[in-house]
């Protein structure tokens, strides 16, 4: 699933993951900018997302009004239904929304001040959905006549008034976390942004050791955040070094601990040696030790740790400044590394890359990132063999 654009506005197109054909095109809106696209629920339903509107005493007379945060459409899969479409209208949340996403069975509204509000989309869908509506009468094979303006499809879930609050905090950089068994959630406090705090859904009790520093020391920021995986795992990532907890409570005792799994550390340690040029011009060559902090040298960095379910392997991308990129894959039991490859980017030392992202699905691996601004490149590989033989290049595009 897509989004294009279209002459006349946004559509939402479908192809065959094999050939890449065109299955179904379902026009959605001329009026309103949808541009994202996400999980709401991981294969079984996603929702589209508009563009946000700043909040104005202006009055706005085209596209949608300055009232309404965004516009959210779900849709759930396998067969493709549309679900509904929704407004989310400050004056009905409150002044001061930024922002809204649908996850977890819930719909999340973020604010400026940093507060994060949750409501349950199940009981929005009871109460405000009016109607139903097939995409029968939406849906194409690519015979759309662009020469007559298509019918939207209808927001057919009209929110008058707000929901039953589930929950509410206020944190920094309006991110909230929730899983885990029984349900926790994590967070930054809002004036506290250099720790991870895990603490109950039910009560806001933290549990025990469940207070993670965060280093500041690195070019990416520390990230924290359940596994995809809904074992409940907490995997915390800084810089080249990747933790894994388990939330963890004795029978018969309410306080729950946070205890270590496993710890993985992708940073290779080299001796450095640093080339400085004296004011004579002459250079001088001076080791670096192993604990010495850099800015223009950071070591390996952790990008991204996702989970393969089909294969229940968890993979990491790494990338540093001194070698090409790597992937590493796990054993997502155990963390145990199963296997290490390199990825033949065009990428050499020294080089500043503005943006960095890499994606496995089974056996392709994409790598994309951003050597220049406004200039994309994409690398995509094959894995061949078992797990024990090199990945080859398909193309470099």
Same mark, same amino acid.
Do not use: T
């Given at each position: 699933m897509a989004l294009k654009t279209r002459p006349v506005g946004v559509s939402l197109v479908q192809y065959d993951l094999n050939t890449g054909e065109l299955i179904k095109e379902i026009f959605l809106s001329c009026r309103i900018k949808f541009r994202y696209l996400d999980w709401a629920e991981v294969n079984k339903m996603f929702y589209i997302k508009s563009i946000r509107t700043v909040e104005t005493r202006v009055h706005l007379p085209e596209r949608i009004s300055s009232n309404v945060a965004v516009v959210m459409a779900a849709f759930s899969t396998f067969p493709l239904k549309f679900v509904g479409m929704f407004e989310v209208d400050r004056r009905i949340f409150g002044a001061g929304v930024t922002n809204a996403i649908l996850t977890h069975g819930m719909l999340i509204i973020m604010y400026v001040n940093g507060l994060v509000k949750f409501f349950s989309f199940d009981r929005i869908l009871e109460k405000f959905k009016n109607f139903e509506h097939s995409l029968d009468a939406f849906t194409s094979t690519g015979n759309i006549d662009w020469a007559e303006l298509p019918a939207d499809l209808p927001i057919n879930i009209k929110i008058t008034e707000i929901?039953?609050?589930? !929950? #509410?905090?206020?944190?920094?950089?309006?991110?909230?976390? +929730?899983?885990?068994?029984?349900?926790?959630?994590?967070?930054?406090p809002k004036r506290a942004a250099n720790i991870f705090q895990i603490k109950s859904?039910?009560?806001? +009790?933290?549990? #025990?050791?469940?207070?993670?520093?965060?280093?500041? +020391?690195?070019?990416?920021?520390?990230?924290?955040?359940?596994?995809?995986?809904?074992?409940?795992?907490?995997?915390?990532?800084?810089?080249?070094?990747?933790?894994?907890?388990k939330l963890h409570s004795e029978k018969m005792c309410r306080s729950v601990e946070l205890q270590t799994v496993a710890t993985v550390n992708v940073h290779k340690p080299q001796q450095k040696v640093r080339v400085y040029m004296t004011s004579s011009g002459r250079r001088v060559k001076r080791r670096q030790s192993d604990n010495e902090v850099s800015f223009h040298d950071d070591d390996d960095? +952790?990008?991204?740790?996702?989970?393969?379910? #089909?294969?229940?392997?968890?993979?990491?991308?790494?990338?540093?400044?001194?070698?090409?990129?790597?992937?590493? !894959?796990?054993?997502?039991?155990? !963390?145990?590394?199963?296997? #290490?490859? !390199?990825l033949e980017s065009s990428l050499t030392e020294g080089h500043q890359v503005y943006e960095h992202h890499v994606h496995v699905d089974l056996d392709t691996i994409v790598e994309i990132y951003k050597p220049m601004p406004g200039q994309f490149r994409c690398n995509m590989y094959r894995l061949s063999g078992d797990i024990n033989q090199e990945i080859s290049a398909d193309s470099g595009l």
């Open positions: 929901p039953p609050l589930l !929950f #509410e905090v206020s944190c920094c950089d309006q991110d909230v976390k +929730i899983g885990g068994f029984p349900w926790h959630y994590i967070y930054s859904l039910k009560d806001s +009790i933290q549990v #025990e050791g469940g207070a993670l520093k965060c280093v500041d +020391i690195h070019a990416e920021p520390d990230s924290c955040s359940f596994h995809n995986d809904d074992s409940g795992r907490i995997i915390h990532v800084s810089g080249g070094c990747l933790n894994v907890f960095v +952790i990008h991204g740790v996702e989970y393969e379910d #089909e294969l229940d392997i968890s993979w990491i991308s790494v990338f540093s400044v001194s070698q090409a990129s790597r992937v590493i !894959f796990y054993d997502n039991q155990s !963390f145990q590394m199963l296997k #290490e490859v !390199f």
